[in-house]
């Protein structure tokens, strides 16, 4: 006769080690906490003035000043506390001497151009077909604008371009 297999699943008693008590009582312990602290969180906060308090001189009241003279006095205050303020003298633009770059390959015009302080570069493919310059060496100049001379260094400066062998 054959025998019998059990196919069924072996059941097995699951024991717990001496610490599984502590996991549970942790997380609940620090759900009450939470709980706590969130309490806390959830009292009325007072306006911004009471985030910063004000220093013993700030507090104390000037005798013959009423309340908004003393208010002139605290910004005089964090004027005085910054250094030259009221010195500033507006900013001359600097002028640079924009090079001829028609005939150079790009990556040399746009170097030229920054050597002589202009950053604000704008490169065109003088095709007509919108392509992009992915590598500057293989192009070659055009045209600029504005032309050589003396400008702002804050002006924009336009290189067009075309792929090396191709004509303009």
Do not use: H
């Amino acid at each position: 006769m054959p025998q019998r297999v059990s196919r069924g699943i072996a059941k097995k008693k699951i024991t717990l080690g001496k610490g599984a008590g502590i996991a549970p009582a942790v997380l609940v312990g620090l759900g009450v906490l939470g709980a706590v602290v969130g309490e806390e969180k959830k009292a009325p906060v007072a306006g911004p003035e009471a985030v910063a308090s004000p220093s013993a001189e700030e507090e104390a009241p000037a005798e013959d000043a009423p309340g908004e003279a003393q208010e002139d006095k605290r910004a005089e205050k964090a004027v005085e506390g910054v250094e030259g303020v009221e010195e500033q003298p507006q900013e001359e633009k600097e002028d640079g001497e924009l090079p001829g770059m028609v005939g150079e390959n790009l990556q040399f015009a746009q170097d030229s151009a920054q050597a002589a302080g202009f950053f604000l570069l704008d490169d065109q493919d003088a095709s007509g077909l919108g392509r992009l310059q992915v590598m500057d060496r293989n192009w070659t100049v055009c045209s600029q604008e504005p032309g050589p001379g003396t400008y702002p260094v804050d002006t924009k400066v336009t290189i067009y371009a075309v792929k090396v062998g191709e004509s303009c």
